[in-house]
Every structure is written in structure tokens, then in C-alpha cells.
């Protein structure tokens, strides 16, 4: 997934946890036989704030992340029920790419179990994760998504 990366996220420990957890929805979506422990404790352990392929990543809040990914992976279903009505009717969730799926189920996981954390925050930071991976189109349509989503649950 490292080449798909168009640019580093800056940004703090919280930051780097939000990046992470798309990184490992992305994962866990991906796997035959999704391991959940599994990859939170990979990740825990090897990638937030290693230094991968020549880049070298922020130290992560790592209970932040792991609550984003155990919590956004328990509650697929209800991500998913809350982000299908909140697309385009010519968009279907599956139409969509795998990492903007991630996002947007990570962000929807935050925006509904995290009243904790300000709806800009949060909308803003997943934005960011969008543009580390897309240009301008894609990081569009995720605050787009994540907005409408923020008015129907909060």
C-alpha cells in the first residue's frame, strides 16, 4: 500500500492513528481471514512511528487507533447502514474504492461513538487521510460524505 501514498499526513500522535487505522480497515478488508487482535497489535508493535520503505512515520496515539479499528470493524454493519444513504443514488458502497470505504467507515466509527472529539475534527482529519492517498476528487467527496453524515448522527 506504501506506493499508493501521494504525500506524508503531518499532523500529531492523533493524526498518525487515524492514518493508521485506514491503513489496517484497509487490511482487514482485504483478507481472507480477517484477524482483528491480530493486525491492531501488528501495527502497534511495527508500524505506527517505524520507519517504513524509507519514510519515516509519526508516533500514533496508539489506543486511539486501536479503538478506531476494533470499534469500526465490530460495528461494520451500522457504518456501512449509516454511510449507503448519505452517497449519490447512482454511487452503491461496494462502487467505491476499498480506502475510501475504510475512510469513510473510520471517520462515520469516530463521528458516532466519539461525541468526544468536535465534528470538524474530525471531517477535517479524514479529509487529510484522503489527501494522502488521492488528489483533490476523492478527499472532496469524503467531506462531502462525512458532512452529511455528521448532520444525520450528531
Wanted: proline share 3%.
Amino acid at each position: 500500500m506504501a506506493e499508493r501514498r501521494k504525500k506524508n499526513i503531518t499532523g500529531g500522535p492523533r493524526s498518525a492513528a487515524r492514518l493508521g487505522a485506514v491503513q489496517a480497515l484497509y487490511q482487514l478488508e482485504m483478507s481472507d481471514e480477517p484477524k482483528i487482535k491480530m493486525v491492531i497489535e501488528e501495527y502497534i508493535r511495527h508500524r505506527l512511528g517505524a520507519e517504513i520503505e524509507g519514510e519515516q512515520y509519526v508516533d500514533a496515539d496508539a489506543d486511539l487507533f486501536a479503538d478506531i479499528v476494533e470499534g469500526a470493524w465490530q460495528r461494520l454493519d451500522e457504518l456501512n447502514d449509516a454511510i449507503k444513504p448519505c452517497l449519490s443514488k447512482d454511487w452503491s458502497l461496494e462502487r467505491i474504492e476499498a480506502i475510501v470505504r475504510a475512510i469513510l467507515r473510520a471517520g462515520t466509527y469516530e463521528l458516532i461513538a466519539r461525541p468526544d472529539v468536535p465534528t470538524a475534527v474530525i471531517i477535517n482529519e479524514y479529509v487529510d487521510v484522503a489527501h494522502a492517498f488521492y488528489e483533490r476528487t476523492e478527499a472532496s467527496f469524503v467531506n462531502g460524505v462525512l458532512d452529511k453524515i455528521a448532520k444525520a448522527v450528531r
